[in-house]
């Protein structure tokens, strides 16, 4: 009798912790759909009232803190809403999942933040990172090859041989060549 009352009870345990789960992934579902739909619609104050509205709430919220794929979408919400700093956290998060697809995409975006910040070697290893998971992604090696180019020209932009050419010119600049060309009568127009 007692141990048909215990497996009873434990059967009643189990159900309600099957049923709280259910609940809780059930409503980050719905969640993260509303939060995406609102982002795609454009409605950023309305998809981050959403992500408050999943803070507020103090079982999902300790869920969501460990759901990558929330991470990556408040991420991105706070890109969109130029929050740099904030959405460069949560990418960081989202970057030790173990989904290849979504870590690619989360290191894509930061390295994209780092890369408006005119800081081209992190932005370029980052981009790296994101061809060693998916090699075949086109947007990451043209901004990686771009980052390269930005890299380039900025290193030029401080060389020795560039300042030794702007002296040049400018030197060039302050020879008199005469008064072969000033200004004598009516201008001509080219066609």
């Not at 090699?135 to 890299?151: H, T, V, W, Y």
């Amino acid at each position: 009798m007692f141990y048909k009352a215990l497996q009873r009870m434990i059967f009643v345990v189990i159900a309600c912790i099957l049923i709280f789960y259910g609940y809780t992934s059930l409503k980050m579902n719905t969640i993260i759909t509303n939060v995406e739909e609102n982002l795609k619609m454009g409605k950023y104050q309305d998809a981050l009232s959403t992500i408050h509205e999943l803070e507020s709430n103090p079982f999902i919220s300790k869920l969501s803190d460990k759901d990558p794929l929330i991470s990556y979408n408040k991420g991105v919400l706070y890109s969109l809403l130029s929050e740099k700093r904030k959405a460069s956290i949560e990418y960081r998060k989202t970057m030790e999942t173990k989904d290849p697809v979504l870590k690619a995409r989360a290191i894509y975006n930061n390295a994209n933040m780092i890369a408006e910040d005119m800081d081209f070697s992190t932005a370029g290893m980052q981009y790296v990172e994101v061809l060693k998971i998916d090699p075949d992604d086109f947007q990451a090696k043209k901004n990686l090859e771009r980052m390269r180019m930005g890299e380039l020209q900025f290193n030029t932009m401080f060389s020795q041989k560039q300042e030794e050419r702007e002296d040049r010119i400018e030197a060039l600049k302050l020879i008199p060549w005469g008064n072969k060309y000033r200004y004598s009568g009516e201008q001509k127009i080219r066609w």
